[in-house]
């Protein structure tokens, strides 16, 4: 079946218990200054309106982490689905544009141009590298070229939660925005796993 933004963010959330036993670590940079910009968005109490969400250890998170740090492999997905369900109405569509802001403020303008730069060929090319940099389990395989890309995940359950396949295919989308290209995306499910292909 084809996963799409519309389908994953249509999927009912799983239980807390199923997400706090993903096994694993991820390093505290792929939340960064997660905190700090829902303050910056939100007002002075907007980090504590999330962290009241969050279920021990994660009600004491740092508003910013760096790649020194490591977390439950579910943080991200729990911090997300938090601020979402906070601020977004539980709609986790209206996450892209704040993701796309944030994620623009945070590379800088000379990195900005250094993607735009790269494109999305050489960028997409670079993702079993970061993704071996920032997680402890799992891998990817890139198949990139000409105007497509099939980034395939696997050796993980955290590949089979929606959430976090919801933000595969927002993180390729905002690459391609940064990059100033436009295009589509969207998954397969397998064992496991998981299949993002994406065209522009």
Known sequence: MTLTIETLAAE???????????PGRSRGDLLG?????VMKRFG??????????????????PATLGAKDWVP???????????????????????????????????????????KAMGPVRALKL??????????????????GGRSAR????????????TWRLLQLFATHTMLELTGRRGSSSGETMTNGFVANTNW
């Open 12 to 22: 009912p959330r799983w239980e807390l218990a199923k997400v706090q036993a993903l």
């Open 33 to 37: 200054s997660w905190g700090s910009n």
């Open 44 to 61: 002075s109490t907007g980090l504590q309106r999330v962290l009241r969400r969050l279920p021990s250890p994660l009600d004491a998170l």
């Open 73 to 115: 492999v579910y943080a991200q997905l729990l911090v997300t689905e938090a601020i979402v369900d906070e601020y977004l109405g539980g709609d986790m569509r209206a996450l892209y544009p704040l993701l796309v802001e944030d994620t623009r403020a945070g590379i800088g303008s000379v990195q900005l141009v250094v993607l």
């Open 127 to 144: 993702a079993p590298r970061t993704f071996r940099h920032v997680h402890e389990q799992g891998s990817v395989d890139a198949e990139v």
């Open 151 to 162: 980034m395939t995940f696997s050796g993980s359950p955290l590949f089979t939660h929606p």
